[in-house]
């Protein structure tokens, strides 16, 4: 019973054994031959980075990949029917204007006129301009954008600019980067293995109880604090009350919030903010993410922003823009050209309408993930003002990992246990939208079946 | 006379007044509408990231672009003149086996049967064979290449996985990204005034009497040893013996080399190494920083790689490779799988006779360069394996920062002063090769006159 053991794994965090490159103790041994002066073994002096063993296992995502890749090497008659609600990568092609926008893109580095070498690290003027203006309604102003590869990315960012001393807070569950890259800036202390949590981080709980929305005034204060409306991985998308009782906490607390607003498209709920900025007294206490990968097609492309306002400050006056401005320009060289065309056709009239055709696609697929495990009996969140379902699994299935076995093992679809994303995740799995319409119609069939 | 108080930043080590943003004292102040309970001017209680105040100004490159647009300002009837031989900028049209690579990439996300969307963090697999077999001979493993957004990015990553604790040497004067992510990092100290130079760097002097090459055998011990051949800013590439003699010296030392390799492809002179891995013993001491930026012109593509090999290990014998996978895959997302199409196409017969021909230009101007100021008179260094000048220059013009004005206002031509590169490179000028050609005969006709 392979799984079996999977499962251990799973419980004590993901264990080094499923690291993607397993030691080949016995390399570099050989090597002595070439120095008679050499360090024996040639193995360096340089000590490992304390902050990386704390770290408790691979990146959940990968981890998930090759655990499917694992199933398909010992099921290989199965290897055609897995349907991946797993990691949210779109699945549906680039519509046509946004798509010329970056084929021009292209194109025109072929050309003398045309070509273009560095761009500023902050991203075009151009883009920065319309960022602030299409999707901002001017709320921001252009100065305050910074255009870069991705939000996976400007978290890490981020995090290098505030450094090893501050506190970080987050919900649980969440998006594992905000934990990973604190614990990797050793922000933390270690994993506690019986909480699963890591000393130094306010885990947020983030249930049906409260709505899936952090109580942060009964936390202990935090420096920073990560928030991710619409939320990935439960779907909650916080409304203007919840987010204004955050940022007036916030202001009271001096901390900043880190508003990660990666889904924000997918809201249709009329009054659900879509922006922190659209928040009273947000500018003074706010950093925003962004990303264009999941409404534009974009996860493989590579294209997002983070919002810096001109006036947020640290404790000693000075400017938060200026250090992430000295982060982007002096540990990143800007996004690519090409893509960066492809954004300016995003935020066209044309590529606008293209965007939220695809939003459409994306949120049927979510109504059938909802209404199959409504059918299915199990409590359904989200999947209406995000792309994610955040389904309750009753005791009896054993806890995420083990209904993600199982589901893998008899639908051969491949989901995200909750308990990837941290502790307040188990007891919950996570389905992704962004399959093709057949395939969620297919694997909504099994699910139903393999729950009967 | 403006350029006097230039002059005086750039003693300072360009001082805080030349940031991106100049602080803005007044904002915020008018936010405390927002909330009656908000924390006084909504200051954030949050301490700034103590090695961010440690640095001291604005990364070089964006401070060049500052200068001369400062200069346009001032003098806008000569905004057409200027010619840039600053930062080292691609200005050729990429050329059309290597573009077809890029509008394909682009073009097939626009269909079914091509879309991609999360590839893997460390790059596709076919481009990490094909860098592995075309650019290492098969030296390497492909499963030893992170396909990534560029050699400054990687740079950082590559700080993030050694963290705060170690010693770091570079060369003195080299690439800035270097030091300055050590400093963020908060591996070193303050910045010394009166040298320049970080609290707790190794600084290893490059001049022509070393033939700019780091004596690290008389320097004390550090954890981690930059050394980037062909050199920016020196332009000297290292030969064989030298390199043999590093790689032995780290071997002996416990270091970790990490070569940097970004202008390799310039090297023409028979038996000059284009990789550390042509090295005996390199594969358990060193990692290579690579990069398709400056010779496929990506440098607004944003494409390059590093090589991390399997053998190598920290001190306790975890391997560097696992640690640097958990960076890549936690912290970045990939290469745009546009971008790596193109890298694709620049490993192909027909790309790779493309790089050569482009490389051939570049060349053609540093000769030129070099031929220019050898009939002015000064000594002249690099250019010939590397598509930078370095000159010295006489103590009569006073100093690199007072050159690099000089030439600005006499010959509106934009170069770096070698100050900007580390003290070490104070008295030098570095020229770049990567002007179109008849801007560069044009540059030296004013460059001779200005030097009259």
Known sequence: MKFTSVVVYAVVGMAAATQAFVPLQTQGTTTARFSSTAVEGATSQVERNENFAKL?????????????NAYVQEHP??????????IGDTTQPIPPHILSGLVEGAKKLGTKEGYSGYGAEQGQALLREKIAKVLYNDLIDASEVFVSDGAKCDIMRIQQMFGPKVISAVQDPSYPVYVDTSVMMGQTGNQDTSTMQYDNIVYMRCSPENGFFPDYASMPRADVVYLCSPNNPTGAAATKEQLESMVKLCRERGSILVFDAAYAPFIRSPGVPKSIFEIEGAKDVAIEVNSFSKYAGFTGVRLGWTVVPSGLKFKDGSLVRDDFNRVMT??????????????????????????STLIDYYLENAKLLRQTFEEIGFPVHG???????????????????????????????????????????EGFL???????????IEACKRLKEAFQ
């Not at 003002?385 to 051969?412: C, H, R, T």
């Open 56 to 68: 408790a296992g691979g990146y959940l995502f990968p981890e998930i990949g090759r655990r499917r």
């Open 77 to 86: 008659e199965m290897a055609d029917r897995i349907i991946s609600l797993g």
């Open 330 to 355: 002096t540990a990143f060289n800007g996004a690519s050209n090409i893509v960066q065309s492809g954004g300016l056709a995003c935020l066209d009239e044309e590529g606008q309408k293209e965007i």
């Open 383 to 425: 999947g209406t003002d995000a792309p994610y379902v955040f389904v309750e699994l009753p005791e009896s299935v054993g806890g995420s990992w083990n209904a993600f076995n199982m589901i893998l093992e008899k639908a051969q679809v491949v989901t995200i246990p909750g308990a990837g994303f941290g502790p307040g995740g």
């Open 430 to 440: 996570r389905l992704s939208a962004f399959a093709p319409k057949d395939s969620v």
